[in-house]
């Protein structure tokens, strides 16, 4: 254990409390409040996380104020009844020998007027980069109200349990809108000097400390955003955070990424770098002299945490979404089994792709988060009744049935028609950036050999081939195609596309799969506004192909907006040539070109071209279903063979047929 990650495993003392390791799991919305409080599948979802072996736990934030209030999800602001129900959630966590922070915090400008119905408040009355509202400046007595929201509700975190809070002075939020001069533009006793702009977070950890004691620990949360000029740079936040340092005010100071005004690192994809937050956290380092520094954003795995602390950039290191995908990622890197970790893709398909949609979250390759009160965690018990078990398609949804099965103590084959596990998710791995996938994929083939499943490749099964005699179940996870019609549901009257006999027509898998012989000039039609049109035009671009999206979308990268990848993935595009015309469809292939119908004017235009790609719903292939019936054996249709989806309804198919054997 020492000897693979000595410095994450070493303990450190914060205030009189002992972590058992540097790994923390940072504060993020779950979202999963049920009427203004936690409930079991909260309880559950940070138990799981104790148990997984991390060292301390920053539950997500708490709204210190009505005009806070965020999320529907979203915790009761300014209520003493919450104090019972978040005793559950510190007991899970203590209890399974977690430390147990709260983040607080304020929006500021940021609001939601929907779900607070109340006016942002902020400094000087700026505009939200959360909707397109405005904000209301603050008197000084609003001023003094926010202080004492976040005093109390530091208050009701000691008597829940908590061991302390975070303060949120990140992304932009109400406290470093006060110390950000561009959104503090205040002439009183709140702008202006850096003691002014600083007045507020001061009286803030101040009475904290007064009303919680001694022993209560107070952390205090910060981001880069170097890449925007009116923020806070490195050595301006420096400044603050020694100042607040050299006062005793803060126990450790949290280091992300990204802010309000470039929302898309505050969640990074793996369109950007890894360990984001590394930079300001070592900066940091240099001018505090009591306080730890956490350094958290893009911090993937125990190897990229380990080389933070080994380069003395930080003292703990907060991984969020690593964490989220495999709860126990800190017991196996323990243990000294990194290669056990199911380490996160990096998507933000069901964590921030869900919670931006104000839904509790979850994760495409790990189903359990938030369902870990249902389903034991992301643990598993065994059967008592042992069967035989045949898993038809290699692709997520099977290969996530037969490792639970397996690892129930089923007997299991796994039969696969091609010469790789992946199915279509390997191909996915194929496209720029997302080499991820095809590391999932290998801790795949990792899991199932040593779970002993039985595994057949380049397996071509037919329903008669089946011996129902030998079988007790059979799981049906064949996947999706193209229906290879040109069909686009912008234009449902036509079934076929004109002119797609005139050849050069290709399905994007086809493309992925090495399988077209594509000309120089390409049309992409990306009906789908997901990874699937714009990861394959990435890819022939960076092949050097003329590549031209074509849309009925207002906008390239409808599907990927919900995950903070679509502005960057349009940038990514552009620096490579790719040009785009949305709002249309095809009307006609002519070999060399297309027709296109704008859907605003009714307008055809021809676009030259040598190929046309298509990037639209697939259909399910099922085919087996209707013979395999006959046999008399249980069998279960999972994932895109019972409905083409995303990935992440394919995941949990397979995952609940494998519980449910």
Not at 310 to 319: Q, T, Y
Request: glycine residues 10%.
């Amino acid at each position: 254990m020492l000897k693979m990650f000595p410095r994450l495993f070493s303990p450190l003392n914060l205030r009189g409390h002992t972590l058992r390791n540097r790994i923390v799991f940072g504060a993020h919305t779950a979202n999963m409040a049920k009427d203004g409080v936690p409930d079991v599948q909260h309880v559950a979802y940070y138990a799981e996380r104790a148990i997984g072996g991390a060292g301390m736990i920053v539950v997500e934030p708490m709204p210190v104020h009505p005009a806070a209030v965020l999320t529907r999800g979203n915790f009761r602001p300014c209520d003493d009844s919450v104090i019972p129900h978040f005793r559950e959630v510190t007991r899970a966590i203590k209890d399974n020998g977690a430390v147990a922070i709260q983040q607080l915090y304020h929006v500021g400008a940021h609001g939601d007027s929907d779900n607070s119905f109340h006016p942002h408040w902020s400094p000087s009355g700026l505009p939200s980069y959360h909707d397109s509202d405005g904000s209301h400046s603050m008197t000084e007595e609003q001023i003094w109200e926010t202080i004492d929201g976040f005093v109390q509700a530091a208050r009701r975190c000691r008597e829940a349990g908590f061991d302390g809070v975070e303060v949120w002075a990140a992304y932009l939020g109400m406290v470093d809108q006060f110390w950000t001069p561009w959104s503090n533009r205040r002439e009183d006793q709140w702008g202006g000097s850096l003691e002014n702009r600083t007045r507020m977070s001061r009286e803030i950890l101040t009475r904290i400390r007064e009303v919680c004691g001694p022993g209560f620990i107070i952390g205090l949360a910060v981001s880069d955003e170097p890449d925007v000029t009116i923020a806070l740079q490195r050595d301006e936040l420096a400044e603050i955070v020694q100042f607040h340092d050299e006062l005793g005010l803060i126990d450790y100071v949290t280091c992300g990424s990204g802010s309000y005004l470039d929302f898309y690192k505050l969640m990074p994809t793996f369109l950007y770098p890894e360990k984001l937050g590394a930079d300001l956290a070592a900066t940091l380092k240099k001018v505090v002299k009591n306080a730890v520094v956490i350094a958290e954003s893009h911090i993937r795995t125990p190897e990229n945490a380990e080389t933070v602390l080994g380069e003395g950039a930080a003292d703990l290191v907060s991984i969020v979404r690593g964490q989220i995908a495999d709860p126990h990622l800190a017991r196996k890197a323990g243990e000294g089994r990194p290669e056990d970790i199911r380490g996160c893709i990096s998507c933000n398909q069901m964590c921030w792709g869900r919670r931006s949609r104000d839904y509790w979250i979850s994760c495409l390759i790990n189903p359990s988060a938030g369902r870990e009160f249902e389903w034991n965690g992301d643990r598993f018990w065994k059967t008592d009744e042992p069967k035989r078990v045949f898993v038809i398609g290699g692709g997520p949804a099977g290969l996530e049935a037969a490792r639970v099965a397996a690892e129930r103590g089923h007997q299991v084959i796994l039969a696969e028609a091609s010469s790789r596990l992946g199915g279509n998710f390997r191909l996915a791995g194929l496209q720029p950036r997302r080499a991820q996938i095809l590391d999932l994929l290998d801790w795949y083939e990792r899991q199932l050999e040593k779970l002993g499943v039985e595994i057949r490749l380049n397996a071509y099964v037919e329903a008669g081939e089946i011996d129902a005699s030998e079988i007790d179940v059979v799981v049906v996870a064949t996947g999706s195609l193209s229906p290879e019609t040109g069909f686009q549901k912008a234009l449902p009257a036509i079934e076929i596309l004109p002119g797609i006999e005139r050849g050069d027509v290709f399905t994007v898998e086809a493309v992925m799969a090495k399988q077209a012989r594509v000309g120089g000039r390409v049309l992409i039609l990306d009906e789908g506004g997901g990874w699937r049109g714009c990861g394959t035009a990435w890819k022939m671009a960076e092949d050097g192909h003329q590549v031209t999206i074509i849309t009925p979308d207002p906008f390239v990268g409808k599907e990927l907006q919900r995950t903070a990848a679509d502005v960057p993935t349009r940038q990514a595009l552009r620096k490579l040539g790719v040009q785009w015309i949305t709002e249309v469809s095809v009307v006609e292939w002519h070999g060399n070109g297309a027709t296109l119908v704008d859907h605003n004017t009714g307008a055809h235009r021809f676009v030259e071209a040598d190929s046309l790609v298509m990037a639209t719903t697939n259909s399910a292939a099922d085919w087996l279903m209707p013979k395999l019936a006959e046999l008399g054996v249980t069998v279960r249709q999972i994932g895109d063979c019972a409905a083409p989806r995303q990935a992440p309804y394919a995941f949990y198919e397979g995952r609940k047929a494998g519980l449910e054997i």
